[in-house]
């Protein structure tokens, strides 16, 4: 048998090549996009937004498995929290909620062992999120808005277990 080599055939051609390389490029390429939100002016308008606002230690943060094997580009990590007060929703002694690190993703920069005040989302989503839109704020920033949320609300539940 004679074979004759693919002298111009579509796999030796500089410009497949170079469309193959574009084509990577721009379908694996996120595209960045600052938050634009408006974070609640007071506790009241947080109380009425959020799902649940609480108090809590930041135990661990992680990246969910998928993001790690690098499978999803989430970019969202996991907050675990240790609640140490609530003013609304569940009341357990932990709770796990997810958010970017960074503001720029309208997330919330989490820190393990420092402790929050934490708004969660009220939105139709599968995570339990939190961030910078919420009202979310360290807590050595909070004590005037805890303050103002122990009058709505009464004075907040702490812990029982």
Not at 6 to 12: N, Q, R
Not at 28 to 40: F, H, I, L, N, R
Request: charged share 25%; glycine share 8%; net charge positive.
């Amino acid at each position: 048998m004679n074979y004759r080599p693919i002298k111009d055939g579509i796999f030796k051609s500089n410009k497949f090549i170079f469309l193959f390389v574009l084509l990577i490029i721009f379908t694996t390429a996120s595209v960045a996009v600052a938050c634009t939100c408006e974070a609640p002016s007071s506790a009241k308008e947080g109380l009425k937004r959020a799902s649940a606002v609480f108090t809590g230690k930041v135990t661990k943060i992680y990246r969910p498995l998928l993001d790690r094997l690098g499978i999803s580009g989430s970019g969202t990590y996991r907050v675990i929290f240790e609640v140490t007060r609530f003013w609304k929703g569940s009341h357990s002694k932990s709770i796990v909620v997810a958010t970017r690190l960074s503001g720029e993703a309208c997330g919330f920069p989490f820190k393990e062992g420092k402790e929050y005040l934490v708004y969660v989302a009220d939105q139709p989503v599968l995570d339990v999120e939190t961030g910078i839109c919420t009202g979310t704020k360290d807590i050595a920033d909070a004590e005037i808005e805890m303050e103002e949320l122990d009058r709505l609300i009464g004075s907040a539940t702490k812990k029982r277990w």
